[in-house]
């Protein structure tokens, strides 16, 4: 201390900061505890190594000794001689009584017990029972068997989740409530059944007891329960009456099997293999419905016809090549043509290019020639054109038969009334038109083809505000005014059959008149929703 004392003290670079942490530290070691004795702790250790061999060593011995030789088996007489003896000796004492919260062991009981002490798993066997950690209380006779250190009528605490089980999502079947619903209203039914049943009998019994056991009673109990009376056996039953001639129906006292003498008077037309005739009912429409099915090919979209055009293309291609093969069919020339020349032709065409050339050109006017050819075979007439167009909007008709009602303001017009009634020839309609000094009423029955072209053609092509040069006066040059005319479509339906025969217009200077017309037909109100139908603007 001396020497640290004469030492001056040397000025320091050190931060603050730095020096301060410095002091603490030295200031910290100085009242730091003192280190434990390092000879105390030698000699524990020494203490435990020398505890842990004389361990061994006494492990080591009973291993050594040798085991316990087997009880000898004893007389009869012997054995109860040495139980009679056991049974004489006194009860040991009781224990001392221990404190069981100082302890930790179960005080023993009252009576009828004994204290049993049971060593330590590991622990040697003759070691003082007041030493012993564990102690089994086992009762004589209904106690349960005794575990080393354990005592089986002490419970473990059972937690709240130790007896449960886990649970998975159980998803119900399809059909499993209705099934249920159905044996539920099966076994209602036959609860029922036989509550009713039971009601019967419970009837019954009481009705027996009220009547009585004597002869007037079981009569009036016999009247009561019985049903209505059955009806006579026929002399001939009604299944046979069909197969007895005419002689046998018209006798006085009725048929019977027994005038049945001669077989000739049986109807024999009635016999035959059947048991029994049914009435044979013939649809209308079911040989329309078969052919209809049978003649209507099966729709197929683009991607379909190509592949099948493929196939028959290259069927046919195989076919001619094997007639080649066969030398049934001489082979066919090579498809020449400018873009292959030199390749198909390969010396002649250096040869002789020219007349190579000329040749080309003529194949392939000739191929020309024959595309057109059988073009031009297969081209329909006019008269054929004709015929297929008209068997095209009859079958429309025949499908489904659609009606269209028009209005138009004027129809004076002779080209348009031309086109209206020229029109719905050419497209198979029948119907007619009704000019009256209002307005006019257009009709049209057709197929659902026929009917939209003709609906386009009266609300679209037709010009209702023209004026035709024949309608203007030479003299004065006044023209009808017709800026506000127009066509509209009033009803448009389906009915089953056609009203009409044919086309036909007709003036009808009145209301009347148009009724007339269309009464004869038995469509007036198709006049009568023209009348009221209101244009939309």
């Avoid at 020096?19 to 434990?36: E, G």
């Avoid at 190579?356 to 000739?366: G, K, L």
Wanted: net charge positive.
């Amino acid at each position: 201390m001396k020497r640290k004392q004469s030492q001056s003290p040397e000025p320091s670079s050190e931060l603050p900061g730095k020096r301060a942490r410095s002091t603490s530290s030295s200031s910290s070691s100085s009242d730091a505890p003192r280190k434990p004795d390092v000879a105390a702790l030698r000699a524990r250790l020494a203490a435990k190594k020398e505890a842990l061999r004389r361990a061994k060593e006494k492990a080591q011995q009973r291993q050594q000794q040798p085991p316990p030789p087997p009880p000898q088996s004893t007389s009869t007489s012997a054995s109860t001689e040495a139980a009679l003896q056991a049974s004489q000796q006194p009860p040991p004492p009781p224990l001392p009584p221990t404190d069981s919260t100082a302890t930790g062991l179960v005080p023993p009981p009252q009576s009828g017990n004994v204290a049993v002490i049971k060593p330590f798993p590991g622990q040697h066997d003759q070691t003082p029972a007041s030493e012993q950690p564990y102690v089994a209380i086992a009762a004589e006779g209904s106690a349960p068997p005794l575990v080393r250190g354990f005592d089986p009528r002490l419970g473990l605490p059972r937690t709240a989740h130790a007896g449960r089980r886990r649970r998975a999502l159980n998803f119900a079947e399809p059909g499993s409530f209705i099934e249920r619903a159905e044996r539920q209203r099966e076994q209602d039914a036959i609860r029922a059944m036989e509550d009713k049943m039971r009601e019967r009998r419970v009837r019954g019994v009481t009705l027996l007891t009220e009547t009585g056991t004597d002869q007037d009673s079981t009569s009036t109990l016999a009247s009561r329960l019985r049903t209505r009376a059955m009806a006579p056996v026929p002399s001939v039953e009604w299944w046979d009456l069909q197969f007895l001639g005419e002689s046998l129906r018209r006798q006085e006292e009725g048929p019977s099997y027994g005038s049945l003498e001669d077989p000739a008077e049986l109807n024999l037309k009635r016999i035959t293999h059947l048991v029994q005739h049914p009435v044979s009912l013939h649809l209308p429409t079911a040989a329309a419905q078969a052919q209809s099915v049978a003649d209507t090919p099966l729709p197929m979209i683009k991607a379909e016809r190509k592949k099948l055009r493929r196939r028959r293309r290259a069927d046919a291609l195989a076919e001619e090549r094997t007639l080649v093969l066969l030398g049934l069919a001489p082979t066919p020339k090579p498809k020449v043509k400018l873009s292959n020349l030199h390749r198909v032709l390969a010396q002649e065409a250096i040869q002789d290019p020219t007349a190579i050339d000329r040749q080309v050109r003529n194949e392939m006017i000739a191929r020309q020639s024959a595309h057109e050819a059988r073009n031009q075979e297969r081209k329909l007439t006019k008269e054929q054109r004709k015929a297929k167009k008209l068997a095209k909007l009859q079958a429309g008709a025949e499908k489904e038969l659609v009606v269209c009602v028009f209005r138009a303001t004027d129809l004076n017009n002779p080209k348009n009334e031309f086109k209206v009634r020229q029109n719905a020839k050419q497209l198979c309609l029948t119907g007619c038109y009704l000019a009256h000094p209002e307005y006019t009423i257009v009709i049209a029955e057709g197929g659902p083809t026929a009917m939209r072209k003709y609906k386009k053609v009266l609300l679209r092509r037709i010009d209702w505000k023209a004026v035709e040069p024949t309608e203007v006066d030479p003299d004065t040059g006044d023209a009808p005014d017709r800026s506000q005319n127009r066509c509209d479509l009033v009803w448009e339906g389906t009915v089953l059959k056609r009203a009409f025969k044919e086309f036909r217009g007709f003036r009808c200077p009145s209301d009347a008149v148009a009724k007339t017309r269309l009464s004869q037909q038995g469509v007036v109100h198709y006049w009568t929703a023209a009348r009221t139908f209101k244009p939309s603007e």
